[in-house]
């Protein structure tokens, strides 16, 4: 397990950009996928990008696909995810995790460590 802590989350007008943050305790970082989830109110919590452990593969969800970007660093135990021409459906808390393991990994279930969520608001 991994103690993951998000950040970079804030209020933003239509077409802006944000840039989150997600800090990993632990020496074993790099032996982890990242992936970024997304909550709004009401709805469930969803999928919007990962990252294999050694950064060369990614996937995203096809409402975010060309607008954002996932990348890690492994020196630094930091994922962050680039957002970019964001929509007010956007707004949502984002959330973090981890999953140990060498696949690309997509579902919920499939990461065992989660931040806390920060929160980002798209005003339109």
């Known amino acids: 397990q991994v103690q993951l802590v998000e950040s970079g989350g804030g209020l933003v007008q239509a077409g802006g950009s944000l840039r989150l943050s997600c800090v990993a305790s632990g020496r074993t970082f790099s032996s982890y996928a990242m992936g970024w989830f997304r909550q709004a109110p009401g709805k469930e919590r969803e999928f919007v990008a990962t990252?294999?452990?050694?950064?060369?593969?990614?996937r995203y969800a096809d409402s975010v696909k060309g607008r954002f970007t996932i990348s890690r660093d492994n020196a630094r135990n930091t994922v962050y995810l680039q957002m970019n021409s964001l929509k007010p459906e956007d707004t949502a808390v984002y959330y973090c995790?981890?999953?140990?393991?060498?696949?690309?990994?997509?579902?919920?279930?499939?990461?065992?460590?989660w931040g806390q969520g920060t929160q980002v608001t798209v005003s339109s």
């Open positions: 990252i294999r452990w050694s950064g060369g593969s990614t």
């Open positions: 995790a981890a999953a140990r393991g060498s696949y690309v990994y997509t579902v919920a279930q499939d990461f065992g460590s």
